[in-house]
T-cell receptor, first 112, second 121 residues
Framework: EDKVVQSPLSLVVHEGDTVTLNCSYE??????LLWYKQEKKAPTFLFML????IEKKSGRLSSILDKKELFSILNITATQTGDSAVYLC????????????FGKGTTLSVSS | GAVVSQHPSRVICKSGTSVKIECRSL??????MFWYRQFPKQSLMLMAT?????????EQGVEKDKFLINHASLTLSTLTVTSAHPEDSSFYIC?????????????????FGQGTRLTVV
């Protein structure tokens, strides 16, 4: 059975800290891995990773995929209170038109 | 990027009534649309996969007679919650997948509608 596992499930840090969120997966016919940020509405797309070892960056956020070890990390540096959210990892497998398989998410709380 | 629009964003209805939620792909042809449901503090759960012009495929445990899905065109899918009950109150989200050539090469599985928060009273 395909599955996506995120850790930790929740995390509390102080502003300015750096955090690393983990996502491991076991899926058949992996295509890509996606990270989303979800506040009180629909998820917002952050990154899509398809190739191993290539870091994607957007401001203070970065992510990388290891297809050999079947995991990805999402890094957030110099965290701000606005980073508080649920971060979802999802994997796209099989052929086009297949739904994403989501992890349970990591709830990040950044205190000032 | 590809845009998926979902409407309404919030709806309150009485128990026993039906509610229709629309999901539109605004700038590409969506051959497949997905409907998810999310309970508080939980991740997204796939309800059904909808292919244009054919019947939707429902996930195990999702009642197809209660959650009617119609995907009549390449830009519109609708989810109708029939005879709604308070336990149907949830956050419903759609996403759309299109043929790469119609989306400028973007992988449209990456984009969601804004979500609909349904409250049944």
């Amino acid at each position: 059975e395909d599955k996506v596992v995120q850790s930790p499930l929740s995390l509390v840090v102080h502003e300015g800290d750096t955090v690393t969120l983990n996502c491991s997966y076991e899926v058949t016919n992996f295509r890509s891995l996606l990270w989303y940020k979800q506040e009180k509405k629909a998820p917002t797309f952050l990154f899509m990773l398809t190739s191993s070892g290539i870091e994607k960056k957007s401001g203070r956020l970065s992510s990388i995929l290891d297809k050999k070890e079947l995991f990805s990390i999402l890094n957030i540096t110099a965290t701000q209170t606005g980073d508080s959210a649920v971060y979802l990892c999802a994997v796209l497998a099989n052929q086009a038109g297949t739904a994403l398989i989501f992890g349970k998410g990591t709830t990040l709380s950044v205190s000032s | 990027g590809a845009v998926v629009s979902q409407h309404p964003s919030r709806v309150i209805c009485k128990s026993g009534t039906s509610v229709k939620i629309e999901c539109r792909s605004l700038d590409f042809q969506a051959t497949t649309m997905f409907w998810y449901r999310q309970f508080p503090k939980q991740s997204l759960m796939l309800m059904a996969t909808s292919n244009e012009g054919s019947k939707a495929t429902y996930e195990q445990g999702v009642e197809k007679d209660k959650f009617l899905i119609n995907h009549a065109s390449l830009t519109l899918s609708t989810l109708t919650v029939t005879s709604a009950h308070p336990e149907d109150s949830s956050f419903y989200i759609c996403s759309a997948s299109g043929h790469p050539s119609s989306t400028g090469g973007l992988n449209t599985e990456a984009f969601f509608g804004q979500g609909t928060r349904l409250t049944v009273v």
